[in-house]
């Protein structure tokens, strides 16, 4: 069975730009969450998706934004790109929602603005 | 809200020797525990998790780790390491409602030869 896969592996973008990034779960998984790992933070978590729905949303601004699709599949955006937004963000997939599913991660995709 | 701690950033260890890496947690609340591992240029892969029952829990790559309900801990141990353990680990804990994991700062291991 195929993992997590996160297009693109590496992006860079300057300030003010936008981007978007695409993540497509294990088959048959229908949760996603997505993460920001940066050196001073660490792993940080942004959004939940199941079901087409934003189930749970971590502490960041309105600028970052995600959805899912029917077939799973679901994308990041960042719009108004900052120099902080450079980091690798990683999605990760479970079967369900909640409880102790286990999340599965992708390679991530590195972002890095100029 | 939950919270993780580990405790040392770096562990430097010679090959063949055991190890252990550090973790506590905050929550006012039940919690599930675990332990990811990544290599470099890689995302996280799972090591173990506690979700309840015996609190030794037995991963991969001949991991283990010990639930300690009273001192708040899930300490990773390995009895011998390879040069394949270098990589950085991270503890991380999630309430038992929500996907969402609390991840540790990580803690970068270094085996020697």
């Known amino acids: 069975k195929a993992g997590v896969t996160q297009t693109p592996r590496y992006l860079i973008k300057t300030r003010g730009q936008q981007v978007t990034l695409s993540c497509s779960p294990i088959s048959g998984h229908r949760s996603v969450s997505w993460y920001q790992q940066t050196p001073g933070q660490g792993l940080q978590f942004l959004f939940e998706y199941f079901s087409e729905t934003q189930r749970n949303k971590g502490n960041f601004p309105g600028r970052f934004s995600g959805r899912q699709f029917s077939n799973s599949r679901s994308e990041m955006n960042v719009s108004t790109l900052e120099l902080g937004d450079s980091a690798l963000y990683l999605c990760a997939s479970s079967l369900v929602m909640g409880g102790p599913d286990t999340q599965y991660f992708g390679p991530g995709t590195r972002l890095t603005v100029l | 809200a939950q919270s993780v701690t580990q405790l040392d950033s770096q562990v430097p260890v010679f090959e063949e020797a055991p190890v252990e890496l550090r973790c506590n947690y905050s929550?006012?609340?039940?919690?599930?525990l675990f332990w990811y591992v990544q290599y470099p240029n890689q995302g996280l892969q799972l090591l173990l998790k506690y979700l309840s029952g015996s609190t030794l829990v037995k991963g991969i790559n001949g991991f283990e780790a010990e639930f300690n309900k009273s001192q708040t801990s899930f300490h990773l141990r390995k009895p011998s390491v390879h040069i394949s353990d270098t990589a950085e680990y991270f503890c991380a804990v999630s309430d038992t409602r929500a996907q969402k994991l609390v991840f540790g700062q990580g803690t970068r291991l270094t085996i020697n030869p």
């Open positions: 929550s006012s609340v039940s919690v599930y």
